[in-house]
Every structure is written in C-alpha cells, then in structure tokens.
Nanobody, 118 residues
Framework: QVQLQESGPGLVKPSQTLSLTCTVS??????????WSWVRQPPGKGLEWMGV???????YYSPSLKSRTSISRDTPKNQIFLQLSSVTPEDTAVYYC??????????WGQGTQVTVSS
C-alpha cells in the first residue's frame, strides 16, 4: 500500500531552480530492491524520465538533463527531492514521482503541475 505524494511550488520563474518533494508512505525508501524516479510530461508530449535514486542512495540521470538535475533524499522523513536548475518555459510539465521494483512493479504519485513563466 505504498503511496507517493508530490508537492512544491506550482509556478517557477525562468532561470530559477525548480524544487519538488515526493513524500512516501506505506513503504521505506531504503527498502532493498526499489528505485525511485522522477518523470515529467510536458503539455501534449510523452513521459520523460529525468533520473532515479536507488534504495542505497545511488543516483542516475537522463543525459539531456544531468547537468541541471539533482535527486536526493531524506531517509528519516521518507522523502525524495528533485531540483532542476536554470529552468525555462520548456520545463513546464506535470512532474511525477514513481517507484519501480526488481519485478518491474510500479507505483506512481498523482503528479504535480509546474509552470515556468515570468
């Protein structure tokens, strides 16, 4: 019964840093065999994988976003964080937090809309 809840500002100005939080309940972010990803979907476009943090804290990022993306965690609070720097209007999207297991089972949050605009 794992649940994921994204939260953060819905509006970010260009050149600023987008910061989001994924709060997890019903499961531990340090449980072996699980990876926690950030995925986004711009308007009218498909899903874009941004990066992942594994249960052991290892991180991996999309090559196209690696220079601007940071994923971290707060294990006592069971939270996953996303930071995307130097944002532009092209970063406007619905942002999702998702969990994937070794057996390829997935759990997703409901997503949160982030608009980049001046």
């Amino acid at each position: 019964q794992v649940q994921l809840q994204e939260s953060g500002p819905g509006l970010v100005k260009p050149s600023q840093t987008l910061s989001l939080t994924c709060t997890v309940s019903g499961g531990s972010i340090t449980t072996s065999g699980y990876a926690w990803s950030w995925v986004r979907q711009p308007p009218g476009k498909g899903l874009e994988w941004m990066g992942v943090i594994a249960y052991d804290g290892s991180t991996y990022y999309s090559p196209s976003l690696k220079s601007r993306t940071s994923i971290s965690r707060d294990t006592p609070k069971n939270q996953i964080f996303l930071q995307l720097s130097s944002v532009t209007p092209e970063d406007t999207a619905v942002y999702y937090c998702a969990r994937r297991s070794y057996s390829s089972e997935e759990s997703w949050g409901q997503g949160t809309q982030v608009t980049v605009s001046s």
